[in-house]
T-cell receptor, first 114, second 116 residues
Framework: EPEVTQTPSHQVTQMGQEVILRCVPISNHLYFYWYRQILGQKVEFLVSFYNNEISEKSEIFDDQFSVERPDGSNFTLKIRSTKLEDSAMYFC????????????FGPGTRLTVL | AQSVTQPDIHITVSEGASLELRCNYSYGATPYLFWYVQSPGQGLQLLLKYFSGDTLVQGIKGFEAEFKRSQSSFNLRKPSVHWSDAAEYFCAVGALMDTGRRALTFGSGTRLQVQP
């Protein structure tokens, strides 16, 4: 069964450094999402992406964040200058058709900012 | 704004016992509702979803959920719990965005422990 994959599973970085989190969505899916979950808190929507552009973003998704689909398979989330409060689990999700309205999630990347 | 409340942070049941996990939502329009499960070190796996029609929906692993509009609830049930069901369970509502697509708003999760 096709699945969403994410790399790395765990990333440790120093405050102020740039990180790129990578996702490979399900191959024929068209809609892509990033969510995050700070330890002990809810899973929160960050951004959605379709047709090579951002569709929607939450107030969390400020200028420090960017997303990109650099090729036909990868979908990345970049944090330009990490802060301590960016430490969280980041989940990528993809969806095939709007009519299904069902998002499939990857296993997540745990980001630790020191 | 939409919200999801899962009143039970942690539930412990005995193997073979029945299970009900509570979920209440707040959303101004017809909700799209989901239950996801997260096992340790795993991603969020979709258990079931409700969009319209029959208010009792069946999912994978023997789970079902019932949508009750009058109570704004979407409780998850299983008649007989297995040890492998121990995980964290998230209820979510799909809120319509300006683009016509939905972003998920999650509850805070319920951690299920299963005793032998």
């Amino acid at each position: 069964e096709p699945e969403v994959t994410q790399t790395p599973s765990h990333q440790v970085t120093q405050m102020g450094q740039e990180v790129i989190l990578r996702c490979v969505p399900i191959s024929n899916h068209l809609y892509f999402y990033w969510y995050r979950q700070i330890l002990g808190q809810k899973v929160e929507f960050l951004v959605s992406f379709y047709n090579n552009e951002i569709s929607e973003k939450s107030e969390i998704f400020d200028d420090q964040f960017s997303v990109e689909r650099p090729d036909g398979s990868n979908f990345t989330l970049k944090i330009r200058s990490t802060k301590l409060e960016d430490s969280a689990m980041y989940f990528c999700a993809s969806m095939g058709q709007v009519s299904t309205d069902t998002q499939y999630f990857g296993p997540g990347t745990r980001l630790t900012v020191l | 704004a939409q919200s999801v409340t899962q009143p039970d942070i942690h539930i412990t049941v005995s193997e073979g016992a029945s299970l009900e996990l509570r979920c209440n939502y707040s959303y101004g329009a017809t909700p799209y509702l989901f239950w996801y499960v997260q096992s340790p070190g795993q991603g969020l796996q979709l258990l079931l979803k409700y969009f319209s029609g029959d208010t009792l929906v069946q999912g994978i692993k023997g789970f079902e959920a019932e949508f009750k509009r009058s109570q704004s609830s979407f409780n998850l049930r299983k008649p007989s719990v297995h040890w492998s069901d121990a995980a964290e369970y998230f209820c979510a509502v799909g809120a319509l965005m300006d683009t016509g697509r939905r972003a998920l708003t999650f509850g805070s999760g319920t951690r299920l422990q299963v005793q032998p």
